[in-house]
């Protein structure tokens, strides 16, 4: 796997490098002997989704969007997911979603509430009550 970019608060998952900003492509050793199968990317934060349905996170995590505790330069496992096998992942400015194979939609991060537009943050994935299963989420970012 390769990225670029900024790596400030550690969302490119390569570990305490020293350039903030990398402007040529390198390689993220992290899943070397593990196949990524697709990447979100949040405003700070990055989840990777394995071919084994495991979600690994980096970066910032101000808003508990990693789904583990403290911010990680480095992709950590979201060890509350192990159990569930993911099929897609998604990534908003400060949440994150995952899919999983029974077409349950797990939440985590910044999520606005019904009432009065209040923030909550949720350190760890929870199922968003939905009648039906899903079969596909995405997420775009326009900044």
């Known amino acids: 796997m390769l990225c670029w970019g900024n790596t400030r608060h550690g969302q490119l998952g ?4 020293d350039e903030e900003i990398l402007t040529l492509p390198r ?28 979600v690994f ?13 403290g911010s990680h330069t480095r992709p950590e496992i979201v060890a509350s997911l192990e159990t ?13 979603l995952a899919l999983s194979k029974s077409g349950s939609l797990y939440c985590w991060g910044a999520v606005t509430g019904d009432t009065e537009s209040k923030m ?24």
């Open 14 to 17: 390569l570990g305490g490098i």
């Open 27 to 54: 390689e993220n050793k992290s899943f070397a002997t593990k196949r990524v199968v697709q990447i979100a990317c949040g405003y700070n934060h990055t989840l990777y989704l394995l071919d084994d349905g495991t």
């Open 57 to 69: 996170s980096s970066g910032n995590n101000d808003f508990e969007q990693l789904g583990h505790d």
């Open 84 to 96: 569930q096998f993911i099929t897609r992942i998604a990534a908003g400015h400060s949440f994150s």
């Open 120 to 143: 909550f943050f949720h350190p760890k994935p929870f199922v968003i009550k939905i009648d039906s299963p899903i079969i596909q989420v995405f997420f775009l970012n326009f900044f």
